[in-house]
């Protein structure tokens, strides 16, 4: 095959473009790629920190609601601050599904939460109603096992998060 000069030149340079735009094509989509993996961990980082807050918060609220039981935005809070959390893990549940870990963290802490943290509460809360000296002896006797095991789950929530992020 005989082809000029020009023509050789001129093959050349269209694979080259081709190739550089294959190369930014390929910068483009790992940005977009860094980009999304960023947004997600950002996002389950504060999901996490929302967690932590509202747990903290439901217990801080039950003690100042032992100071003064008659404190009404305690109590609120309190309830809101309980709800807010198992609202809050859902959907986590969903969003993160495939990663193992942090699925295990996530219903550890939601099956706490539903389940013991909200019978603890109740309970301090029922003896209140009654006689404040039981609710305050009621919360001195089960508060600190209840909140080795919070500070355990959290500590394993963060380690998750950590690790996904």
């Not at 550089?20 to 993996?37: D, I, K, V």
């Not at 389950?44 to 807050?53: A, F, I, P, Q, S």
């Not at 096992?145 to 996904?164: A, K, N, P, Y």
Request: with cysteine; net charge positive.
């Amino acid at each position: 095959m005989n082809m000029s000069i020009w023509r050789r030149i001129h093959a050349t340079q269209i694979t080259l473009i081709a190739l550089l735009m294959l190369g930014c094509g390929l910068a483009l989509w790992m940005q977009e790629t860094r980009a999304g993996a960023d947004r997600r961990s950002s996002e389950l980082m504060r999901g996490g920190d929302r967690l932590r807050l509202n747990v903290l918060q439901a217990s801080a609220s039950l003690r100042a609601l032992l100071l003064d039981p008659t404190n009404k935005v305690e109590e609120h809070r309190r309830e809101e601050a309980e709800a807010e959390a198992l609202r809050g893990i859902e959907p986590m549940l969903v969003a993160y599904r495939d990663e193992a870990g942090l699925l295990i963290a996530l219903r550890n802490l939601k099956e706490f939460i539903g389940r013991d943290t909200s019978a603890f509460h109740k309970s301090v809360l029922q003896a209140l109603a009654r006689d404040p000296a039981e609710a305050l002896q009621l919360h001195r006797a089960r508060a600190a096992e209840l909140q080795l095991r919070r500070d355990e789950l959290l500590r394993d929530l963060s380690g998750q998060i950590d690790r996904f992020a």
